[in-house]
């Protein structure tokens, strides 16, 4: 769903990357395809607008309201969350009121956000604070499975990033991408597990260790090629390779692989990867933009 050296994502990318303008009042509009991004207020610490997509309607506030904190306030058709980050403690809090997210919400937040890629000139890495807050909240909620309940969460970004390849454990099945099938032994793991590994990041342009599990199967070990060179920069927290996308890590290697396998965000009905969602969380939030080892 990244900004001395300092590690944490938001912090380390954008802090003191006052790049834009500060800008008073309404600026013109931006139109993308059949959309229409009107941006109302635009400054050091403020940058709200709306986007209006063909009857669908999307308003946002982002808020930087200290060196490392800012809040969020999004609605989308009416469904409405609230966001708010505090890099001193390194802690970021979000509430979706229990609402959901359905086909035509996940695509006005898409369009959504190639507009806002397309007012800062595709330059994410440049972002304020407020504004990449903005920009990672829209990109994570729309890769959501449509119905996901979006409850209130809190995240902890205290945790540095991890820099060591995840391996696949002895004694299981891996799949191939492309369905060939190594073992490693005669065993193939028979549970559902839990696989949030914080901010672990990718070996760059690699075969990486992909886990996903699903409600007509448990476990799955994939070997999967992921990074920079590949299709669709799999393992890639975000959609696809632009603007809106942060690191390349393992949490957002398996939403990445369990949205393949079984729909995910890209069939509007299915809800298999829930798990994968969540974890990826943190990773949309506060890897390093571009990222991988």
């Not at 990318?13 to 059949?34: F, H, N, Q, R």
Request: net charge negative; proline share 4%.
């Amino acid at each position: 769903m990244s900004r001395m050296k300092l590690v944490s994502g938001v912090v380390a990318i954008l802090l003191g990357t006052g790049a834009c303008t500060a800008i008073g009042g309404e600026e013109p509009g931006a139109e993308v395809g059949d959309a229409a991004l009107r941006i109302t207020a635009h400054t050091e610490t403020d940058f709200s607008g709306k986007l209006d997509a063909g009857g669908d309607l999307v308003e946002f506030e982002a808020r930087r309201t200290g060196p490392l904190t800012a809040t969020l306030h999004l609605e989308v058709n009416g469904q409405p969350f609230d966001a708010s980050y505090d890099g001193e403690v390194m802690r970021a809090h979000w509430n979706g009121y229990n609402g959901a997210l359905y086909p035509e919400d996940l695509a006005a937040l898409k369009r959504t956000l190639a507009a806002l890629g397309d007012h800062f000139g595709g330059d994410q890495e440049s972002l304020r604070l407020h504004e990449d807050f903005l920009v990672r909240r829209i990109s994570f909620w729309s890769e959501a499975p449509a119905g996901l309940t979006m409850p209130e969460r809190e995240i902890d970004l205290s945790a540095p990033h991890g820099e060591t390849p995840r391996v696949i454990p002895p004694g299981v099945i891996v799949h191939e991408e492309g369905g060939a099938e190594t073992a490693t032994d005669t065993i193939e793991v028979n549970h559902q597990a839990s696989n949030e590994d914080g901010i672990l990041y990718l070996t760059c342009n690699a075969n990486a260790a992909a886990y996903h599990d699903a409600s007509g199967h448990c476990l799955q070990f994939e070997s999967i090629f992921a990074g920079p060179n590949a299709d669709d920069c799999y393992g890639k927290c975000g959609s696809g390779c632009g603007f809106g996308t942060a690191g390349y890590t393992y949490d957002c290697l398996d939403h990445d692989r369990c949205g393949r396998a079984h729909g995910g965000s890209s069939n509007p009905w299915d809800d298999e990867c829930g798990d994968e969602y969540w974890e990826a969380d943190d990773d949309f939030l506060n890897s390093i933009i571009g990222k991988c080892i």
